[in-house]
């Protein structure tokens, strides 16, 4: 018996080194798999067509994993900082929708698509945001709780925003929406605190694992918007290339209102959090409420155009950041 263990242990031992290097590939090769993944939901769409009904369970799964991360006592630290949430309220609805209107003039004039980057603008945080804090080394739990709360108001802040800054009158269902983020954000985040905070040992052990099963997860979400969408991105031939521009010009100024945080915070995590909170966008939601309010379809796709350019440009940043913070630890 003493023999067999001695035998199965070098080889169960051989098998974990090899799961992290997998792992390890995946998150430190995001940016490269992630450009893979949107060259195959366009030349492939009806992979990325095939997923889509799983997009919501997926974007459940991915809350899930990110919330193996921090306990209740991280959360219970953001909770006594309500003016971070504030904040962050203020420039996701504030400063972004005007980004969103400003971008949809400039690059569009006026019409579908000029509403659609208008909507855009004013769309809550994506869901995927904390991963991208974690890659980043920012602060997840800040992250993940701006994320809920910005994501909850959504269904009852756009709506007013929209008909103010457009004149186009959106028919939300709220309790349907409300219903599917609570299950898609707020349960799989609970679930997650409480696993980490009830058995913290067993959870930490795998806290290797958790940004590259996070990537992997963002990359099957890739293929799931693209390849719904790449008739539409492709059908527009150039003029892709305008809209493409529009959502990379908003994006960019997503990650330039984020930076306002320094007024309060010097917190390199902090503004991490800010960073991402600002500059992504739930694309799926612009869908969902533009087909419950029987209006173009193409005021839809300034969204889509926009979840593409993000996923894209978010593991750039990541990337990025994480290489600064290991220069300062380091130097440190």
Known sequence: M????????????????????????????LLLLAVLAAALGLLVPSVGIALETGISPLLALLMLVISLIFDAKAVQIVFRKPGRQL??????????????????????????????????????????????????????????????????????????????M???????????????????????????????????????????????????????????????????????????????LAALALNLIGYGVSMTARIFTQDRGELIAYLFTCSKKEFSIAAAFVAASGLPSEIAVPAAFFAVIQMITSPIAAKILAAKEQVLAASA
């Open 2 to 29: 003493r023999t067999m263990a001695k035998a199965v242990t070098p080889r169960i031992r051989g098998t974990t080194a090899d799961m992290r290097k997998i792992l390890g590939f995946i998150e430190n090769n």
């Open 87 to 164: 904040w962050a309220i203020g420039l996701v609805y504030g400063p972004m929708s005007l980004a969103g209107w400003l971008t949809g003039r400039a690059f569009f004039g006026s019409g579908p698509l000029a509403a659609g980057q208008t909507l855009v603008g004013m769309l809550p945080t994506d869901v995927s945001a904390p991963l991208l804090v974690l890659l980043a080394r920012g602060n997840v739990a800040l992250a993940a709780v701006l994320n809920a709360v910005n994501t909850a108001l959504s269904p009852f802040i756009i709506p007013f925003l929209f008909l103010w």
């Open 166 to 244: 457009t004149g186009i009158e959106l028919n939300v269902p709220v309790l349907t929406v409300v219903t599917e983020l609570v299950l898609i954000v707020v349960v799989p985040t609970v679930i997650g605190v409480w696993l980490r905070t009830r058995f913290l040992s067993s959870v930490s052990q795998f806290d290797f694992a958790w940004p590259a099963l996070g990537s992997v997860l963002y990359l099957v979400l890739l293929l799931a918007v693209v390849g719904p969408n790449a008739e539409t991105i492709l059908g527009y031939g150039w003029y892709a290339l305008v809209i493409a």
